[in-house]
């Protein structure tokens, strides 16, 4: 599993010229499925996330969460996370999770981040989606092999 955090002022998601998902400050989350990946991995990744201190606090150090700003989240897939390039110059996607597997931990995902934080918005799995953001910062956290 793969999440590329961003602390963004605002973020959205478009799919056809509709916003789909829309946030003020918070975390844009890019999240890609691998093979292995199991809802035990999503459970692991989502409780990094959300235990992340990276707002700033009253002296300007990196010490406050999510919730401890009251922040809000934009859950977005997406399995190119998961290219390759090693060979050639087209990216192969081999290592990316199969298409259902990975929707239903997409899901899950959101279900689990749901039950902790007041704002969760997505965009639709699968869509061609344009996001937009704000990177308050910039500020990007890229976790993988947790």
């Known amino acids: 599993m793969k999440f590329v955090i961003q602390r963004v002022t605002e973020a959205s998601v478009e799919v056809n010229h509709k916003t789909v998902g829309k946030i003020g400050k918070g ?3 890019l999240i890609g499925v ?27 150090k990196t010490n406050l969460s999510l919730k401890d700003v009251n922040g809000e989240l934009l859950l977005v897939s997406q399995f190119t996370l998961y290219a390759s390039c090693r060979k050639g110059n087209r990216p192969s996607f081999t290592d990316a ?13 959101i279900q689990q981040a749901r039950k902790q934080v007041s704002v969760v918005e997505t965009g639709i799995f699968g869509a061609e989606m344009k996001v937009s953001l704000i990177n ?10 947790l």
């Open 27 to 29: 975390y844009l989350v």
């Open 34 to 60: 691998g093979q292995e990946d199991t809802q035990e991995t999503a459970d692991r990744y989502l409780k990094k996330l959300l235990g992340l201190r990276i707002f700033e606090d009253e002296n300007g």
């Open 97 to 109: 999770g199969d298409p259902e597997t990975a929707e239903q931990l997409y899901q899950y995902i």
């Open 136 to 145: 308050d910062g910039p500020f990007t956290i890229l976790l993988e092999n």
